[in-house]
């Protein structure tokens, strides 16, 4: 089944602790993105990549890191998670950056 | 900077009604747009999409009308199910970005 997978799926931290979350797939889907959701602000994108080895800044950057070194591969790092990181992230994935986006289940972080 | 919004953040309908969600741009560069649903703790789900060089577009249920003049997007569903009941995002792709930009979203309820 074609998909997008991300883990965790909920993840409870605390300030300053390091975490990744993973997202993968099975597409072979050259552009691959995170974005954030909270209330009353939609979806904001934080990175996203058009390739291997090829990511770029998004709207909200600031406080996150991403690595493309496969292709079905795009973690989302928090070097030092702050609670105003607390959100809904999705990963999504595209053939290209024009194309109809796929969208992740989700991972529902909060930073105490 | 550009922004995509929508006029209602909700809308209730009654069941086997048409509901029509609005949404309006302002980047007028912008040639490519997307809409989305979101069901509760799911990420969002490719609808429907439009190009700027066509001013609707039909699918099962579902059409998309594209008034570039006023840079207003509107998605109408015909014979409103309750399975409809979710979040419904308008994006915009411009040109020369390589990222889709999101509206709030607008909560619809189908009432029994």
């Known amino acids: 089944e074609a998909q997008v997978t991300q883990n965790p799926r909920y993840l409870i931290t605390v300030t300053g602790k390091k975490l990744t979350v993973t997202c993968s797939q099975n597409m072979n889907h050259e552009y691959m993105s995170w974005y954030r959701q909270d209330p009353g602000l939609g979806l904001r994108q934080i990175y996203y990549s058009m390739n291997v080895e090829v990511t770029d800044k998004g709207d909200v950057p600031e406080g996150y890191k991403v690595s493309r070194k496969e292709k079905r591969n795009f973690p989302l790092i928090l070097e030092s998670p702050s609670p105003n990181q607390t959100s809904l992230y999705f990963c999504?994935?595209?053939?290209?950056?024009?194309?109809?986006?796929?969208f992740g289940p989700g991972t529902r972080l909060t930073v105490l | 900077g550009e922004s995509v919004g929508l006029h209602l953040p909700t809308l209730s309908v009654q069941e086997g009604d048409n509901s029509i969600i609005n949404c309006a741009y302002s980047n007028s560069a912008s040639d490519y747009f997307i809409w989305y649903k979101q069901e509760s703790g799911k990420g969002p789900q490719f609808i429907i999409d439009?190009?700027?060089?066509?001013d609707k577009r039909q699918g099962q249920r579902v059409t998309v009308l594209l008034n570039k003049t006023v840079k207003h997007l509107s998605l109408q569903i015909a014979a409103t199910q309750p399975g409809d009941s979710a979040v419904y995002f308008c994006a915009e792709f411009s040109g020369s970005a390589r990222q889709l930009t999101f509206g709030s979203g607008t909560q619809l309820t189908v009432l029994p």
């Open positions: 439009i190009r700027s060089n066509m």
């Open positions: 999504a994935s595209s053939l290209g950056h024009r194309d109809t986006q796929y």
